[in-house]
């Protein structure tokens, strides 16, 4: 199993409508996760951070956690054309300082 | 602001070349990262350090190596570049602490002719 896995193919979602996005990590002992946001051409960038079960809002995003069932989702609400970008789930690897990434989810918000 | 420095943005280097990577941060982070991201395969980790003169194998170290000397400033190196070397090249720098997120430099395109 990868250590962090995201759902492969672009997902396209309407204007104003919700974009929800999850990834799967293997290290069940992992205490920390990020979302990270990528714009075609440029670097990642941080959205969320999240360290203990439940969810995590802040603005339109907002990041739930499951450490039982070892993952980590993100909802977009009201979803904008400046949201269009890649999305990067990111695990912090327990113990050794290892930050491991999922391949990303293409999100294209159709205006 | 954090500020994380590639010392490229594009590069051009021909097959057996010897080619440097290097990276700066300025908040004094410990761990620092390489990367490289490929269409489909997302981003991929070549080496960390952890410390200075401290570094750890990646998923993807062969063909590179690395090297640490001052705390802020982070190498990566091509030994002998290839052609499936090309690739973008991400660094990211974060803190040593569980509740910190990674911040990342521009990139550096490189193209192996």
């Excluded at chain 1, 997902?11 to 205490?31: K, M």
């Excluded at chain 1, 079960?53 to 339109?60: C, P, Q, S, T």
């Excluded at chain 2, 960390?48 to 640490?68: A, L, N, Q, T």
């Excluded at chain 2, 990211?92 to 395109?109: N, V």
Aim: proline share 3%.
């Amino acid at each position: 199993q990868k250590e962090v896995e995201q759902n492969s193919g672009p997902l396209s979602v309407p204007e104003g409508a919700i974009a929800s996005l999850n990834c799967t990590y293997s290290d069940r002992v992992s205490q920390s996760f990020f979302w990270y946001r990528q714009y075609s051409g440029k670097s990642p960038e941080l959205i969320m951070s999240i360290y203990s079960n439940g969810d995590k809002e802040d603005g339109r995003f907002t990041a739930q956690l499951n450490k039982a069932s070892q993952y980590v989702s993100l909802l977009i609400r009201d979803s904008q054309p400046s949201d269009s970008a890649t999305y990067l789930c990111a695990v912090l690897l327990y113990g050794n300082n290892r930050l491991a990434f999922g391949k990303g989810n293409q999100v294209v918000v159709i205006p | 602001d954090v500020k994380v420095t590639q010392s490229s943005r594009y590069l051009v280097k021909r097959t057996g070349e010897k080619v440097f990577l290097e990276c700066v941060q300025d908040m004094d982070h410990e761990n620092m990262f390489w990367y490289r991201q490929d269409p489909g395969l997302g981003l991929r980790l070549i080496y960390f350090s952890y410390d200075v003169k401290m570094k750890e194998k990646g998923d993807i170290p062969e063909g590179y190596s690395v090297s640490r000397e001052k705390k802020e400033r982070f190498s990566l190196i091509l030994e002998s570049a290839s052609t499936n070397q090309t690739s973008m090249y991400l660094c990211a720098s974060r803190l040593d602490r569980e509740d910190t997120e990674a911040f990342f430099g521009q990139g550096t395109r490189l193209t192996v002719v």
